[in-house]
């Protein structure tokens, strides 16, 4: 079978999928080992037998959901090829906007620590510290695997030296930071979620409460893990900014809980180009007046 045709008959058996014909291409081109511009100028390359079976069990595995990042075992974020499995979250576009946000910060103060909380596969920590040489970056993550995938990435990209990783719940290690960041699962446990969501870890996506320690009102609107953050000790002392990524309709109920907890903070939204509100700039630093 030729590039083309292949390209055919897999729009076709992925005909339930929006991005049908995207997922093809990099499906195709990771099975014959090219990229998709040398893919999209061979179209008349005959596949062998095993390039094509090997297509066809992508095609396969996509048809029942399985995100095309955990086939082909990587994903771009803010420029960089990043490792990917089933134990951490496919870096999202939208959180560019924290790691710009956290850039801006970073430039303007010259502070020189931040501290990434629930790292995942690492994607905000490593575009920091490769953007800012001398930045050092506390990751930390409740999950020992997510944490392996993170070091092989800071590894892939050169930043290990720069970077130290902690097995945490939350920031419960962490006395002090200059700046805080956290893309914590905010998806509320009822919310009824796209099939290629359910093949990320579930621990990643749904803000379900570990324990309650906050005594707040919990519930099921995604932000009991943000709660439980706040809560935290290094909450009591901390007098720099914190950066979350959340859903644009939780803003208010977030501000909300944030402002009758803590006194004198300053909050505004974070936006994505297109102007939606993907996260929380949260200053603490008026407290130290
Ligand atoms: C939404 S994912 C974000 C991953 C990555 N930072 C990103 O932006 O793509 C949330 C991460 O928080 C981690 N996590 C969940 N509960 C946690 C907890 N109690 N303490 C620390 N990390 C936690 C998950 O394992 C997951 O890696």
């Keep these: 079978m030729k590039v083309k045709d292949a390209v055919k008959a897999g729009v076709a058996k992925l005909n339930n999928s929006p991005s049908a014909r995207l997922d093809v291409e990099v499906l195709l081109a990771y099975a014959l080992n090219k990229t998709r511009t040398e893919l999209l100028t061979q179209l008349d390359f005959e596949l062998s037998d095993t390039q094509l079976q090997l297509f066809y069990q ?21 420029g960089l090829e990043l490792i990917v499995n089933p134990h951490v979250l496919i870096p999202r576009p939208e959180t560019e906007s924290l790691v710009d946000a956290a850039l801006g910060l970073i430039r303007q103060t010259g502070l020189t620590e931040v501290f990434d909380v629930g790292t995942g596969s690492g994607n905000i920590a490593i575009a920091l510290a490769k953007r800012v040489p001398g ?48 893309n914590l699962p905010y ?47 290094i909450f009591k002392t901390f007098r720099g900014v914190c950066l979350i990524e959340l859903g644009a309709r939780q803003f208010d109920a977030m501000s909300e809980w944030l402002n009758h907890r803590f006194a004198n903070i300053k909050i505004d939204p974070i936006c994505n180009i297109d102007g939606s509100r993907t996260g929380m700039w949260i200053d603490f630093r008026a407290l130290a007046q």
Excluded: W
């Excluded at 959901?65 to 990587?74: H, I």
């Excluded at 990751?139 to 392996?148: E, N, T, V």
């Excluded at 590894?155 to 200059?178: D, G, N, P, T, Y």
């Design 58 to 78: 992508f095609l396969d595995k996509r048809a029942h959901n399985c995100p095309v990042a955990y086939l082909v075992g990587t994903k771009s974020f803010n």
């Design 135 to 182: 930045l050092k970056v506390i990751a930390s993550d409740i999950s020992p695997q997510a944490l392996r995938v993170a070091q092989e990435n800071a590894k892939r990209h050169q930043v290990e030296k720069q970077l130290c990783f902690v097995e945490s719940h939350l920031a419960e290690h962490i006395q002090a930071a200059q700046l805080i960041i956290a």
């Design 187 to 233: 998806v509320p446990d009822t919310y009824a979620v796209m099939e290629d969501i359910l093949h990320e870890p579930a621990l990643a996506i749904f803000g379900q409460r570990l324990e309650d320690t906050s005594g707040s009102e919990s519930g099921n609107d995604g932000l009991d893990l943000y709660r439980t953050l706040f809560e935290q000790p």
